[in-house]
């Protein structure tokens, strides 16, 4: 006889803090103005939004903290492989989806025929990008590990972050992971000093980079949710909002960035984590807050593409400034309203449809 068992499954998720998603669309947003401003205005010292690299280190303080409060207590009675496959579904398809976007754009871009140098090579681009193998090849554009989509770059990390919490970090107690967050916290420093700032990673002679970033950033999001760094105020979204914002408009400074950046990433991101989880949300701006938490990886993942359609388009035509600044306006507000499309008609639907796959009851046979 067949029996089947219905239980609560243990695959459902908490409940989010509402702030901190409003704040990873801030910094989502920040990243793609970046973006467009390093190819309008490739000097740092003369970019408004020149500290906006440092959004990904926030990203990773913010993903420990979450990782932290969904996974610490549950992660022992899921088991790794259902962890592992509930991050794969969280975020691969939007890997995927960059892919091809960056697949398309790099063969029918307009204004460049880079694509015509590197035809024999570009499946393996795809490949690369599509499984998140580094693969730096085009040096005529940075040399980024993943050129169809360079975010992914961070991704890379993201996923080595997670393998390592499930693998080490949620067995250790705090006094080891402080331990670990000082050697970081050193890393990070010295990476700076030789670099002359942190926003390195991304690419084939840099790569090292990104580990040193994500490894202090996500053990002190672990940090502030296990110490109960949870800042309980009445200061409200908008104000941590423009707290965040304010790190990304601090001008760039050749002779001083080396310290800016440590000191943003090292003290100033996981104050404001510990913050925007305490801060008191009004009632009007939940829709807000849970539109640009939503938006944000989508966001994150789609854009870059057409950064380099920009970027093809500012080296063929030339452009003045101020047609610059209405394409970048324009980009921006359609870039927002793309990713929102495609979270809407494949992100949420792929996402539900294999999570869905995970929570069917087990059916199992007994005499």
């Given at each position: 006889?067949?029996?089947?068992?219905?239980?609560?499954?243990?695959?459902?998720s908490?409940?989010?803090?509402?702030?901190?998603?409003?704040?990873?669309?801030?910094?989502?947003?920040?990243?793609?103005?970046?973006?467009?401003?390093?190819?309008a205005?490739?000097?740092?010292?003369?970019?408004?939004i020149?500290?906006?690299?440092?959004?990904?280190?926030?990203?990773?303080?913010?993903?420990?903290?979450?990782?932290?409060?969904?996974?610490?207590?549950?992660?022992?009675?899921?088991?790794?492989?259902?962890?592992?496959?509930?991050?794969?579904?969280?975020?691969?398809?939007?890997v995927?989806?960059?892919?091809?976007?960056?697949?398309?754009?790099?063969?029918?871009?307009?204004?460049?025929?880079?694509?015509?140098?590197?035809?024999?090579?570009?499946?393996?681009?795809?490949?690369?990008?599509?499984?998140?193998?580094?693969?730096?090849?085009?040096?005529?554009?940075?040399?980024?590990?993943?050129?169809?989509?360079?975010?992914?770059?961070?991704?890379?990390?993201?996923?080595?972050?997670?393998?390592?919490?499930?693998?080490?970090?949620?067995?250790?107690?705090?006094?080891?992971?402080?331990?670990?967050?000082?050697?970081?916290?050193i890393?990070?420093?010295?990476?700076?000093?030789?670099?002359?700032?942190?926003?390195?990673?991304?690419?084939?002679?840099?790569?090292?980079?990104?580990?040193?970033?994500?490894?202090?950033?996500?053990?002190?999001?672990?940090?502030?949710?296990?110490?109960?760094?949870i800042?309980?105020?009445?200061?409200?979204?908008?104000?941590?909002?423009?707290l965040?914002?304010?790190?990304?408009?601090?001008?760039?400074?050749?002779?001083?960035?080396?310290?800016?950046?440590?000191?943003?990433?090292?003290?100033?991101?996981?104050?404001?984590?510990?913050?925007?989880?305490?801060?008191?949300?009004?009632?009007?701006?939940?829709?807000?807050c849970?539109?640009?938490?939503e938006?944000?990886?989508?966001?994150?993942?789609?854009?870059?593409?057409?950064?380099?359609?920009?970027?093809?388009?500012?080296?063929?035509?030339?452009?003045?400034?101020?047609?610059?600044?209405?394409?970048?306006?324009?980009?921006?507000?359609?870039?927002?309203?793309?990713?929102?499309l495609?979270?809407?008609?494949?992100?949420?639907?792929?996402?539900?449809?294999?999570?869905?796959?995970?929570?069917?009851?087990?059916?199992?046979?007994?005499?």
């Amino acid at each position: 006889m067949y029996k089947t068992t219905t239980s609560p499954s243990p695959l459902k998720s908490k409940q989010h803090f509402e702030i901190l998603d409003g704040l990873r669309g801030i910094a989502a947003v920040a990243v793609v103005i970046f973006h467009f401003m390093e190819i309008a205005v490739p000097d740092y010292n003369n970019s408004f939004i020149a500290h906006a690299y440092l959004a990904v280190d926030f990203f990773f303080c913010l993903s420990g903290f979450v990782i932290a409060y969904a996974y610490d207590q549950k992660l022992k009675n899921i088991g790794l492989a259902t962890f592992l496959k509930l991050r794969l579904i969280r975020l691969h398809p939007l890997v995927i989806i960059g892919s091809l976007i960056g697949l398309a754009m790099f063969i029918f871009d307009p204004f460049s025929n880079l694509y015509a140098a590197y035809t024999g090579k570009t499946l393996m681009l795809f490949l690369a990008s599509c499984f998140m193998v580094p693969y730096p090849l085009v040096h005529e554009r940075y040399f980024n590990l993943f050129h169809l989509n360079p975010p992914t770059w961070s991704l890379f990390w993201e996923y080595i972050a997670n393998v390592g919490y499930a693998l080490v970090l949620v067995k250790l107690r705090n006094k080891t992971m402080w331990v670990l967050l000082l050697v970081g916290a050193i890393a990070l420093a010295y990476e700076s000093f030789k670099s002359g700032y942190l926003g390195v990673g991304w690419g084939g002679d840099n790569i090292t980079g990104g580990g040193v970033r994500v490894f202090y950033s996500f053990i002190a999001g672990i940090l502030v949710y296990r110490s109960n760094w949870i800042i309980k105020s009445r200061i409200g979204f908008t104000l941590v909002g423009v707290l965040l914002l304010a790190a990304f408009l601090i001008p760039f400074s050749d002779k001083l960035n080396f310290i800016i950046d440590p000191v943003i990433v090292i003290l100033y991101f996981p104050f404001l984590v510990a913050l925007g989880a305490g801060a008191y949300l009004r009632p009007n701006l939940h829709k807000l807050c849970k539109f640009s938490g939503e938006i944000s990886y989508p966001l994150y993942m789609i854009h870059y593409p057409f950064i380099w359609l920009f970027m093809s388009y500012v080296e063929s035509k030339k452009p003045a400034m101020n047609e610059m600044i209405i394409v970048m306006i324009t980009g921006v507000v359609l870039l927002i309203a793309l990713a929102y499309l495609i979270m809407i008609w494949l992100d949420i639907p792929i996402r539900k449809y294999f999570k869905n796959r995970m929570e069917k009851p087990l059916v199992f046979s007994a005499k």
